[in-house]
């Protein structure tokens, strides 16, 4: 097991302010000269490797929030139709691209161009889903409507009130009236 780091044994709100400085790009120094304000000791060499960590941490965590971002743009702009499907590849691909955002800290690179690829991929298989399922609604709609209009003209013939059509139609065929 790993040995913690003498950052990670200070207090947490010691910890918190260092972690705030990491944010907003504090050099290692001015990290180690933070921490001797607050009355401890920490090298420079245990400094900034904790720093890397978090600093790597911190990239992690905002390509997921802008991934999460842009999936969920997408799935505002093809909400309703087969939502669950939308949902779970959404799902996968900011699962897939976090870790590959975890993995940039590494020996492994991934450009932007990469990525990019990535989401106009995801985004190409939600619109083909997208078109899909308008096909799909609109030909349940064209047999809807012409059972609509043989219910009609068989209930008609059986002398069936507007009442009773209207209601066929709209709570069986789920037409519009």
């Given at each position: ?130 078109v899909d399922a308008e096909r799909e609604r609109a030909i ?38």
């Amino acid at each position: 097991m790993a040995r913690w780091s003498s950052v990670e044994e200070l207090p947490a709100d010691v910890q918190d302010e260092l972690d705030e400085a990491v944010k907003r790009k504090f050099t290692t120094d001015a990290l180690v000269e933070l921490a001797a304000t607050h009355g401890h000791t920490i090298t420079r060499s245990a400094m900034g490797r904790w720093a890397k960590r978090r600093r790597d941490w911190h990239r992690v965590v905002e390509r997921e929030k802008a991934v999460r971002g842009m999936s969920e743009a997408v799935d505002t702009d093809f909400g309703g139709e087969n939502e669950k499907r939308n949902r779970m590849l959404l799902h996968l691909a900011r699962n897939n691209l976090s870790i590959i955002a975890a993995r940039m800290g590494g020996e492994e690179k991934l450009e932007l161009g990469d990525a990019m690829g990535l989401i106009k991929a995801l985004k190409d298989l939600v619109v083909a889903d997208k078109v899909d399922a308008e096909r799909e609604r609109a030909i349940r709609l064209e047999q809807n409507q012409r059972a609509a209009k043989e219910a009609e003209g068989e209930l008609r013939s059986r002398g069936a009130t507007e009442e009773t059509i209207l209601a066929v139609k709209t709570k069986l065929l789920g037409l519009k009236a």
